[in-house]
């Protein structure tokens, strides 16, 4: 029953209209679109599927017909295409619009909670606040990653192993985005933690639909529109009712964060001895 509450959740989009009345929300929600929606999901496509084969058009029409067939030429056309398109263009541009969506994910986030829960007026922008996010959401991600991982593995479990593959990519998705609320409600990582293991199947539900108009794209498109619907998901977290922390003793916690929070913190006990 918690896995349809979730999934109910995750796709009611009736309370969305309300958040409009946000000017802050409004902007950084369209920030949101132009950044993954057009620059790094539109030139990803641009790039990918006309001018790298382009390129590789120009390259072959003016080659030497003598060399037709030449593995090596091959493997290095092969190379500068990988080179210019990951070290010039998707890693420089991945890092800048991490940076970027942090800030408007978290002021995207503050802004619906302000109006979910009356709050009188919106933080501007703070440099500790934006920095404090930033290290916030690095640790998620190195987690996210290692519970990447993790997923990634259960897929090679025989039958149930793309069942397995499929909850835990939605558990993913549903973790991603409701760190921004439990962040602003103060909770420590303990409880997210806590809180997000002992309902585990709620977010299952959450993340549900999400997957599955993602599943089956190539990595780097499934990442940019993941990153294009993320504001809508931050929304979706504001509304959604998963039980308080203190009603869950009926449910057994799923200890899904186990391994990697042991690889995470082995990890920085090794780099940052006390």
């Known amino acids: 029953w918690q896995y349809v509450m979730g999934l109910r959740d995750g796709i009611n989009i009736i309370p969305l ?34 001018l790298a ?10 080659k030497d017909p003598l060399h037709s067939g030449d593995t090596f030429f091959d493997v290095f056309v092969d190379f500068f295409e990988l080179f210019w398109f990951y070290t010039l263009w998707l890693i420089p541009f991945y890092i800048i619009s ?3 969506n942090q800030v408007w994910y978290q002021d995207i986030a503050q802004a619906a909670y302000n109006l979910r829960f009356n709050r009188a007026r919106e933080r501007p922008f703070q440099y500790a606040r934006w920095l404090t996010a930033i290290v916030s959401q690095v640790y998620g991600v190195l987690m996210g990653v290692l519970f990447l991982v993790q997923v990634s593995l259960f897929g090679y479990i025989p039958i149930i192993g793309p069942v397995l593959s499929f909850v835990g990519t939605s558990l993913l998705y549903s973790h991603y985005s409701f760190e921004y609320l439990w962040t602003l409600h103060g909770w420590s990582l303990e409880a997210r933690i806590n809180f997000f293991e002992l309902h585990w199947a709620f977010f299952a539900g959450f993340g549900s639909f999400w997957v599955l108009i ?36 009926r449910f057994q916690r799923l200890p899904l964060f186990f391994f990697p ?8 006990s090794s780099i940052f001895p006390s």
């Open 261 to 268: 929070r042991l690889i995470l913190e082995f990890a920085c």
């Open 98 to 100: 991490f940076a970027l």
């Open 53 to 62: 084969p382009f390129v590789r058009f120009v390259i072959y029409k003016e």
């Open 214 to 249: 993602t599943a089956y794209l190539p990595f780097l498109y499934r990442t940019a529109l993941f990153a294009l619907v993320l504001p809508v998901l931050i929304l979706l977290t504001v509304s959604a009712t998963p039980t308080a922390p203190a009603d869950s003793t």
């Open 17 to 50: 209209p309300r958040f409009i009345r946000s000017s802050i929300l409004r902007e950084r929600v369209a920030q949101c679109v132009v950044l993954n929606g057009v620059l790094f999901l539109g030139l990803s496509v641009l790039m990918l599927h006309v």
